[in-house]
């Protein structure tokens, strides 16, 4: 019985249209793929196999880990680090670069990655994600440095998330608009369900931390306030609003039905411009949505031309609907 265009001839028939491309590219998304599955089966067992909870460490960010946290990110460095496609890995739970272990050949591509973003929620079983960015290696087949990582995300070959849901689902672009597989357990293997995804230009519904509105600049609470005036405010028509803790959650939502996501930058932490990071988080995320016909600013710039001071850098996200995003970029404008 056919089961359908499985991940692996899905990026075989679109290495095709490449010129001059080698299988590297395919071979490390391959692997890339082997770890999501890995990283799937960890966090569905969960409280099975004693992966809740949290550590007595804290990340590079100053956030307490959970067990998985680290878990996934061993995942995720296991499974890419031997096959030779890579010059070094980036994670948010790692402070400094990873270096290949010299046992293994390097490759011509830096991989990024956020191996299990809304950890927060994992014990009260709410969807995570891991959040990845594949860039190429300024000089391939040479141990990877910090500089080479600070690369804007316009400069992104691919970028993606896998989302641990009811499903376990993989989205990614390379370039060329965004596709959905979805997890078929008793294959292996991630299937095509969800082609070319677009997102709605249009949207009635807002994302946002309003736990922090005292501490939102003028533009975000002008159009915030405007969205829960509703249809007897300036905007003539109701929203609703979702927060989920769980940034991959939020913009498969937004994939899937439009709508419009906002961490922005506050004064909660004046240190702080925004609370997500700029390399695995804001860029990857910012080339799916606007692959998928959306848009991506900190709400004074396009967040994919933004050039990287430092591997861990925050910024400010507002993403969705084009011309949901046009009205929040506009009132930074004019403010
Ligand atoms: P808050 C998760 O920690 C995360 O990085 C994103 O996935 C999520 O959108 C955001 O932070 C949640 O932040 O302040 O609401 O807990």
New binding site residues.
């Given amino acids: 019985m056919p089961i359908g265009t499985t991940l692996t001839q899905f990026i075989i028939e679109e290495q095709r249209r490449i010129a001059g491309a080698t299988g590297d590219f395919t071979a490390l998304l391959n692997d890339l793929a082997t770890s999501i599955k890995v990283i799937s089966n960890a966090v569905n067992k969960g409280a099975l196999i004693g992966v809740m909870g949290t550590l007595e460490s804290e990340n590079v960010q100053g ?1 307490t880990q959970k067990k998985l946290d680290v878990i996934t990110n061993d995942i995720m460095l296991r499974h890419n680090e031997w096959a030779g496609h890579l010059a070094g890995m980036a994670s948010e739970e790692m402070d400094e670069v990873y270096a290949i272990p010299g046992q293994y050949p390097l490759g011509k591509y830096l991989l990024v990655f ?1 191996p299990l ?5 994992v014990d009260i079983n709410i969807s ?2 891991t959040i990845f960015s594949i860039l190429r290696a300024p000089v391939a087949n040479r141990a990877a440095g910090t500089e080479d990582f600070l690369q804007p995300g316009v400069k992104q070959v691919c970028a993606g998330y896998a989302l641990y849901g009811s499903s376990t689902m993989l989205v990614l672009t390379t370039g060329h608009g965004v596709n959905g597989f979805t997890l078929d357990r008793e294959v292996g293997e991630f299937l095509l369900t969800h082609p070319n995804m677009r997102i709605p230009e249009d949207t009635k519904e807002f ?1 946002i ?1 309003t ?2 509105r005292r501490f939102w600049e003028a533009p975000v609470q002008r159009y915030v306030e405007e969205c829960l005036a509703g249809k007897e405010g300036p905007r003539g028509k109701d929203f609703n609003m979702r ?8 913009v498969h939502r937004i994939l899937t039905r439009g709508g419009i ?1 906002m ?1 922005p930058r506050d004064t909660k932490d004046p240190a702080k411009p925004g ?3 700029l390399l695995y ?1 804001a860029n990857p995320m910012s080339m799916i949505v606007e692959q998928a016909g959306g848009a991506s600013s900190t709400g004074y710039e396009r967040i994919l031309d933004i050039q990287p001071e430092g591997l861990h850098q925050r910024v400010a996200v507002i993403l969705g609907s084009k011309n949901e995003v046009e009205v929040v970029v506009e009132y930074h404008r004019t403010a």
Avoid: C, H, I, T
């Avoid at 973003?117 to 929620?121: K, R």
């Avoid at 927060?243 to 959650?249: C, E, L």
């Fill in positions: 956030e956020d973003d809304g950890s927060s929620n995570v994600g994302a931390n736990s922090n927060w989920v803790a769980s940034m991959v959650a939020e996501f961490y609370k997500l990071r988080e």
